[in-house]
């Protein structure tokens, strides 16, 4: 489930629910549709979904230099109610500097708004790495890059099909 939707014919941004939807039903997962009022905040979105806040998958775009010359960036997935370690996510791909990406780099990269960014990367040049904790529950929750309706997917089916690199990427309060 990678690569630029605007590389190689495939759909554009715009339809990064249509695909979603698309290959989860291709792929046989299991998941349900979560209709709700317009929210892109975890802990509000949780509460509308129904769901403890630790169950959401919060999706933040890091970006990491190394050196002044290469840049990488990282899809950090991790448990709603946890916090990303911006140095592990760094130690992780070797940098020597990172930052939160900026808004607009950020939706280019997810292809989709801000508090909609999904668990899956569809970017060739955004590596996808999942704290291990998120994938200790049954069911993961997110919007469905739209801030109405949210995607509640087995974590099984998550790991199998988003292939994340799975490492430690929470940071400890």
């Not at 291709?26 to 349900?32: E, F, N, T, W």
């Not at 009022?37 to 190394?66: Q, W, Y």
């Not at 290469?70 to 997935?77: F, G, H, K, P």
């Amino acid at each position: 489930m990678t690569g630029d939707p605007q590389i190689k014919g495939v759909a554009p941004a715009l339809d990064r629910y249509e695909r979603l939807v698309a290959d989860l039903e291709a792929a046989g997962a299991r998941y349900r549709l979560i209709d709700h009022a317009p929210e892109g905040r975890t802990d509000l979105v949780s509460a509308l979904r129904g769901h403890d806040v630790a169950l959401a998958a919060k999706c933040l775009i890091v970006m990491v230099k190394a050196g002044k010359k290469q840049t990488r960036y990282v899809l950090a997935v991790v448990c709603g109610d946890a916090r990303v370690d911006l140095q592990a996510v760094r130690a992780l791909v070797g940098g020597t500097y990172v930052a939160f990406a900026g808004k607009d780099k950020a939706e280019e990269l997810a292809g989709s708004v801000s508090g909609t960014v999904l668990p899956f990367s569809y970017h060739p040049r955004l590596e996808l790495i999942a704290d291990p904790a998120l994938l200790q529950t049954p069911e993961l929750f997110f919007n469905a890059a739209r801030l109405d309706r949210s995607i509640a997917l087995a974590t099984g089916d998550y790991a199998r099909l988003a292939a994340p690199r799975v490492a430690p990427i929470t940071a400890i309060p």
